[in-house]
Structure formats: structure tokens, C-alpha cells
């Protein structure tokens, strides 16, 4: 049980278009999730906190209007990158609470994003 | 704000050493404390977790420890084999959002 998809695993577009990234919870409703992004050697940095039918509330230093975030059902949650640049290329992995264990995250594969 | 201090970046051990990994946190309301170990490319795995009430918790060759007054929590990995070699970052909670520390890389020699 507990299992997070997202999609696509990786993604390669051109500078200045947006890339959609998806997170489902398969197997259970996911009153919270949480988007991170890693940089190569470096930790998770979260980026938001999202629950299902409000806004978005997003770390300080994190653009809103960039990284829009919806969460429009207990299993699903998107991240969309807008007019991306070669600085937002990184590995975006995205995690979900819900469970008994209500402080567990269970996080999803993750999503390579290269911007040429 | 709160932060976590993980130390050390990078811990080289024999196969079958220990390897034990500590972090420090800030917010005297954290109450979650997970462990995640990561290899290249993958979603982080959550290997241990413990919470405030409890000062130890272990789970065959993996141990955690906590001490609230000093605000600090410890992995201990026991008899460690090479397929521990990954990278492994501590977390802390006060409600559902987690704070990572910045990663150990552990690698395991045979």
C-alpha cells in the first residue's frame, strides 16, 4: 500500500515552454502533498505543501507564478513549470501524506527535467 | 527558521563496520524524526523513523536514537554491508511538512 506515481519519470523540452509534471496516490487519498526539487549532490528543498482544493502555499524564494501547483483530488496533484530555463533543469519528486501514519510521506519516483 | 544540521557529508567504512550518522535540529516543536536513504536516481526510502516520545528504536541492523534535550537524533547502521552504500538523509517534523538535512553519502568497501 502507500504507492506515489509520477509522470513522466524524465522530460527534456526547449527554453521558454512549460512541462507538466503529475503525482498520483494509487492506493490512497493523500489529504497533503509536497512538492521538492534536488539539484545533482545536494538534498530536497521543499518547494510547496499543497491540499487537495485550496492554494498552494509555497517556501520563501519560490516563485508561484513559475512553479503552479493544483491539487484538484485527493489522488492527484500537478506541478507545472512555466517558461522554463536551463536553471530549472533538476529532479522534481513529489510526496504524499494520508495514511494511519499521518506524519509518513510517501514519495514518488521522481521527474528528471532538462531544459536545452 | 528551522534547519537541520546532518553530519558527517561523506562517511567511507569496511564492510561490516558500523557507520553512525548524526543530526541536529532547531524547532523545540518537532516531534518526527525519519531517516531516508537514497541511491542515485530514486525516490528517497524511508528506512527508520521515531518520534518524540520515544528515545530508541531499532529495526534488525538499523538503529535510531533520540535525545530531545540536546535536540539531536543518530542513525546507527550495524554490520554494514555494500549494499548500504547510498546517500542518507535525515528529516525532522513539527506538523507534515519535513526538513532534510543535507545528505550523507556513505560508502561501504568490501
Known amino acids: 500500500g502507500a504507492v506515489v506515481s509520477q509522470h513522466p519519470s524524465w522530460v527534456i523540452c526547449k527554453s521558454g515552454t512549460s512541462v507538466k509534471i503529475e503525482c498520483r496516490s494509487l492506493d490512497f487519498q493523500a489529504t497533503t502533498m509536497f512538492w521538492y526539487r534536488q539539484f545533482p549532490k545536494q538534498s530536497l528543498m521543499l518547494m510547496a505543501t499543497s491540499n487537495e482544493g485550496s492554494k498552494a502555499t509555497y517556501e520563501q524564494g519560490v516563485e508561484k507564478d513559475k512553479f503552479l501547483i493544483n491539487h484538484a483530488s485527493l489522488t492527484l496533484s500537478t506541478l507545472t513549470v512555466t517558461s522554463a530555463h536551463p536553471e530549472d533543469s533538476s529532479f522534481y519528486i513529489c510526496?504524499?501524506?494520508?495514511?494511519?501514519?499521518?506524519?509518513?510521506?510517501?514519495f514518488g519516483p521522481g521527474t528528471r527535467l532538462t531544459v536545452l | 527558521g528551522e534547519n537541520v544540521e546532518q553530519h558527517p557529508s561523506t562517511l567511507s567504512v569496511q564492510e561490516g563496520d558500523s557507520a553512525v550518522i548524526k543530526c541536529t535540529y532547531s524547532?523545540?516543536?518537532?516531534?518526527?524524526f525519519p531517516w531516508y536513504k537514497q541511491e542515485l536516481g530514486k525516490r528517497p526510502q524511508l528506512i527508520i523513523d521515531i518520534r518524540s516520545n520515544v528515545g530508541e528504536k531499532k529495526d534488525q541492523r538499523i538503529a535510531v536514537t533520540l535525545n530531545k534535550t540536546a535536540k539531536h537524533f543518530s542513525l546507527h547502521i550495524t554490520e554494514t554491508q555494500p549494499e548500504d552504500s547510498a546517500v542518507y538523509f535525515c528529516?525532522?517534523?513539527?506538523?507534515?511538512?519535513?526538513?532534510f538535512g543535507k545528505g550523507t553519502t556513505l560508502s561501504v568497501s568490501s
Open positions: 528529516a525532522e517534523s513539527a506538523g507534515t511538512a519535513l526538513i
Open positions: 524547532d523545540s516543536a518537532s516531534n518526527y
Open positions: 510526496s504524499a501524506t494520508g495514511g494511519v501514519n499521518y506524519n509518513e510521506q510517501f
